[in-house]
């Protein structure tokens, strides 16, 4: 009997001792004293855990926030690396295009004062401001923590400027008596712009000319779209066509007005240049023996 009960003893001191288990990567569950003593190629560790608290397994980095910051040139960008359990450890800002040190801490280390690291205590965020933007300034760049080995945040900076265009160019064919509508699409503005004019052959399109018939809508936003709209196209509306936003790029089109057969022609031998000007060429050489 006296054997019967030291087995049994042993036996729950085993079962208590394989009682835990991993969740996650963070804590084990398990309210009892335990240890893990692991030698050779892997690391000896001893580990205390009341009632279910985590690990303490040092700063780590959110991997929830966006890896991917797409700004606008000129206009104010803030990349955001959110830490946790940072405790005493200090963060930087590297540049990997140069591998220039930006920031430690709240400091700037760079001699271009665009760069500024703000340190958010609410939300534990390090964000690296951006002022005034640049294309050069697009790549990728790494909020670091300095521990032992530093452990570091990678994130893909793309700075895009204005573009303006004309769906349809360079080359329109209207025919006569039809409404020649133009459209002007403007993204990728900090802010949308002032106004939108129009030009044709280089002259500021008079609206409220005796001709009538020419009207233009301007629809603003993060896109800004203009439309040039002119009724009963005739000869003397063909010429290059100029959209002028004021904070981006003008873009041209030109229109040509043609009359029922001859924009037929223009067409069809449009399409048969296009076709010839893919025809392969192919070059064949002789060898004598």
Known sequence: MFYIQILLAILFYRGMECQ??????DQ??????????????????????????????????????????????????????????LGN????????????????????????????????????????????PQIRDSGTYECQVSTTPPVGYTMIFSVVEPVTSIPGGPELFID???????????????????????THNNQEINYDSPRGG?????????????YLLIQKATTTD??????????????SVNVHILHGEHSEAVQAGAQISLQFSYTPIVFLSLYLV
Do not use: M
């Open 238 to 251: 063909s010429g290059r066509y100029t959209c002028l936003p004021s904070n981006a790029n003008p873009k």
């Open 214 to 226: 020419v009207s233009v809508i301007t629809e603003k936003g993060d896109i800004t779209t203009s």
């Open 28 to 85: 084990i569950e398990n309210t009892d004293l335990f240890s893990l003593r692991e030698k050779g190629s892997e690391v000896e560790r001893t580990e205390i855990l009341k009632n279910n608290k985590p690990l303490d397994r040092g700063p780590y980095f959110d991997t929830s926030a966006t890896k991917n910051v797409t700004s606008l040139v000129g206009k104010t960008a803030h990349l955001n690396c959110r830490i946790k359990n």
């Open 89 to 132: 450890k200090t963060v930087s800002w590297i540049r990997h295009r140069d591998l220039h040190l930006l920031t430690v801490g709240e400091s700037t280390y760079t001699s271009d004062q665009r760069f500024i690291s703000i340190y958010n205590k609410i939300t534990g965020d390090w964000s690296l401001k951006i002022k005034f």
């Open 176 to 198: 006569v008596g039809s409404t020649v509508n133009l459209t002007c699409v403007v993204k990728h503005l900090p802010d949308p712009p002032l106004s939108v004019h129009w």
């Open 20 to 25: 835990y288990k991993y969740i996650g990567n």
